[in-house]
């Protein structure tokens, strides 16, 4: 036994994993938000070179970052959903109202534009991956929470569910075919959902058809056909 050695060994500095520059990671950043914005505006089939023009970056480091567009497609989905799930925990601890939380979250929700996330949930995308199932857990959890604080307040009609709220809002911020031919969309998307939210408010003014859908509803549907 080599004492000396011993003592090298324990007095050696642990080796540092190198972390990402900072313009590396404004870059990635820059990559992403592109992405989202163009993915929303064209689809999620876009040449990548667009994407790497309009992010203002070389096409080598668009592929340095993402080599597959798979890779791509799965970093914004995780982005826009744990950008959702903050919106929702803002709306709870900035809002005393429990459905003024509610519906600060669904028209934050709505400039996320996650209804433009469903084309990109096709068969090749896996939406069973462990970050995405993490990211979609605390998202779920989070407008779970602002929706039972409505119920409790007697705020929101008691024949509705969470997945009542995330199926509408999955339908009414997703593009339309030939959008781009209907100016300012997003005012659309908000008027529609101010409507939805009247809709929602107690005492209930109709009867519902069918069941209220839960978490469980939408979970036991494939996710393209809840989208």
Known sequence: MNPTADTETASAPARRVPRPRADALRNRERIVSAAREMFVEFGPQVP???IARRAGVGN????????????????????????????AA?????????????????????????????????GTFDKDHPELLAERARLEEAVQGLVDRAHESGRLRADVAVGDLIVALSQLTRPLPGGACLPDF???VHRHLQLFLDGLEAPARSVLPGTAATLETLRRRDAGEAC
């Open 90 to 122: 803002l709306a709870a601890a900035e809002e005393a109202d429990a459905f003024e939380a509610l519906r600060r979250f669904t028209h934050a929700a709505a400039d996320e534009r996650i209804g433009a996330l469903c084309p990109m949930l096709d």
């Open 60 to 87: 080598a480091t668009l592929y340095r970052n993402f080599p597959e567009r798979s890779d791509l497609v799965h970093e914004v989905v995780v982005s826009v959903t744990a950008r959702t799930t903050e919106q």
């Open 186 to 188: 997003d005012q659309f």
């Open 48 to 50: 990548l070179d667009e």
